[in-house]
């Protein structure tokens, strides 16, 4: 009797190691404001797509744990996504990664650490929405004269702003956690062009 009750105990804490997933802690997407609002548009909801996006031609979808990696910029990133990597970790596997072909400072505690996580795409899109904490987005009227600068003679703000309204309506809409930076730089947001 006591075997059988020691095989059933292991079998429960197997399962229970199984089922809890790597702890990853709250991990960060950063994107731009149009990426974000083609992803809302295309899918409905926050959706990494291996078609439209950016990351090594579909291979993989890359995050940090890094909340301050500094790459909210006025040109590029406008957006942060702050997800829960404990609950996206029971399903799927993250992979550490190290840019180790761009120099010392991108290794760790170099100036540009990443602390990256990846996760294989499949081939598939990735649902970010039921991962969601919080998302933090920089107000487009706070670098209004930076891109009146940098885009002189084309539309790039009101394109810009178009979106940034469109996505603060479905974030809204869905009751998700929202931190609008109306200053980057006093924020220690990077507002150089990237």
């Known amino acids: 009797m006591k075997k059988l009750q020691l095989k059933q105990l292991i079998k429960e804490e197997i399962l229970k ?14 994107t731009s404001t149009d990426a974000l609002a083609s992803m809302i548009k295309d899918f409905g909801n926050i959706t990494l797509d ?11 979808y890359s995050f940090t744990r890094n909340p301050n990696l500094g ?6 990133h ?8 404990d609950k996206m970790s029971t399903r799927y596997k993250f992979k550490p990664h190290a ?37 933090t987005i920089i107000d487009p009227e706070s670098f209004k004269d930076y891109l009146d600068a940098a885009w002189s003679g084309t539309n790039q703000y009101d394109e810009i702003l178009e979106d940034y309204n469109f996505v603060l309506s479905w974030i809204k809409k869905n009751n998700i956690p929202l931190k609008t930076i109306n200053q980057p730089s006093a924020a220690r947001v990077r507002v150089s062009r990237t």
Do not use: C, M, W
């Open 50 to 60: 291996i078609e439209s996006g950016s990351d090594s031609a579909g291979e993989y």
């Open 78 to 85: 406008h957006i942060k996504i702050k997800l829960n990597g």
């Open 99 to 135: 840019d180790t072909k761009s120099g010392e400072d991108f290794l760790k505690g170099g100036s540009h650490f990443e602390a990256e996580e990846r996760i294989n795409s499949k081939g598939k899109p990735l649902n970010l929405t039921p991962y969601i904490e919080e998302i």
């Open 71 to 76: 790459t909210l910029s006025e040109e590029k």
């Open 17 to 30: 190691v199984l089922s809890e997933g790597k702890q990853i802690g709250d991990i960060y997407h950063f």
